[in-house]
């Protein structure tokens, strides 16, 4: 057999295709992994975040996987500035990371702008570091959904820039009343894409605590921070019926406005309130089965009558 040397056309032609199918496969594991990630977070225990009028509430299940951890020790909430929280669902390490990547964040910008960071701007970092991660082979995607809230603080809207200047902007060019900062609550996917949200929810029992966010109505800003840490221990008690066999810790935080309980800080909600909310969660959930088992009984009242 003789063996021809190829041309050169059919040398560039041969290496393009190998480029080609190359340049396909990656992109091809880029997508699979950041599928496998999110598969990882919905195998994590649920989280959610809830924005109300006054503050944010962030809650989370944590699932008891042995009968030696010590309870509260564990923490899946932290602290990011003073005025951001962070919880997260999926891989405990990859979390904890995404932490630490948040509080270099808020402090480069603190040093930078002589502020604490606004939350928008956090979430638009955070997202393009972790999207960062979806992009080259060396690395693979964050295997955690992290929802970041906190509250902007305060200052009077200035005219420059928004609407114009004059007599009608009051003294020293601001608008009489109006405000900007406030609440914000946000989602970080591990492809990196982030959005804004009222109630935002991941994790395994993700379904059903939207569903119940959904009834919420939190989109006419009426939910005060207590109701909402109420709610947001229903829900977490909800969304865990999935797993009745596994014993699991509810743990919540909350930030308020500058006149609200926190004074504009990422705290714990205190233990009090906490047992409060669990109680109340619980008697809901037992109310409901009660509800659903009345009309079997009836049912099977009114055929025992007619025997």
């Known amino acids: 057999m003789i063996y021809q040397t190829p041309s050169f056309l059919q040398t560039v032609a041969i290496s393009r295709y190998l480029i080609y199918s190359i340049c396909r496969a990656r992109r091809y594991s880029y997508t699979r992994q950041v599928e496998y990630a999110v598969k990882a977070v919905e195998n994590g225990g649920t989280a959610i975040g809830i924005r109300c009028k006054d503050g944010v509430v962030l809650a989370v299940e944590k699932i008891v996987t042995s009968k030696l951890l010590k309870p509260g020790a564990n923490k899946k909430i932290a602290t990011v500035d003073r005025h951001v929280g962070i919880v997260s669902a999926g891989l405990v390490p990859d979390g904890r990371h995404f932490v630490s990547r948040a509080r270099d964040e808020a402090s480069s910008w603190r040093s930078v702008y002589k502020g604490p960071i606004p939350i928008s701007a956090l979430a638009n970092r955070l997202g393009s570091y972790v999207q960062a991660y979806t992009l080259y082979s060396s690395v693979r995607p964050f295997g955690v959904t992290a929802i970041v809230g906190g509250w902007d603080s ?39 894409l982030y959005w804004g949200y009222y109630g ?70 205190p233990r009090e309130l906490l047992e409060e909310a669990e109680k109340a969660a619980k008697r809901a959930l037992e109310g409901e089965d009660e509800d659903e088992e009345e009309p079997k009984n009836d049912g099977n009242e009114g055929e025992r009558m007619e025997e």
């Open 200 to 269: 935002a929810a991941t994790g395994k029992g993700r379904q059903a605590a939207k569903a119940e966010l959904e009834k919420l109505d939190l989109a006419s800003e009426k939910l005060t921070l207590l109701d909402a840490v109420r709610e947001a221990a229903r829900i977490i008690y909800v969304a865990h019926e999935d797993s009745k066999d596994k014993e699991f810790e509810l743990e919540m935080s909350w930030i308020s406005s500058l006149d609200g309980p926190t004074k504009g800080k990422h705290e714990e909600v």
């Open 154 to 192: 305060e200052a009077e809207l200035t005219v420059d820039g928004q609407v114009g200047t004059g007599p009608a902007s009051g003294s020293g060019g601001k608008i009489s009343g109006a405000k900007v900062g406030g609440p914000g609550l946000y989602m970080i996917e591990p492809s990196g």
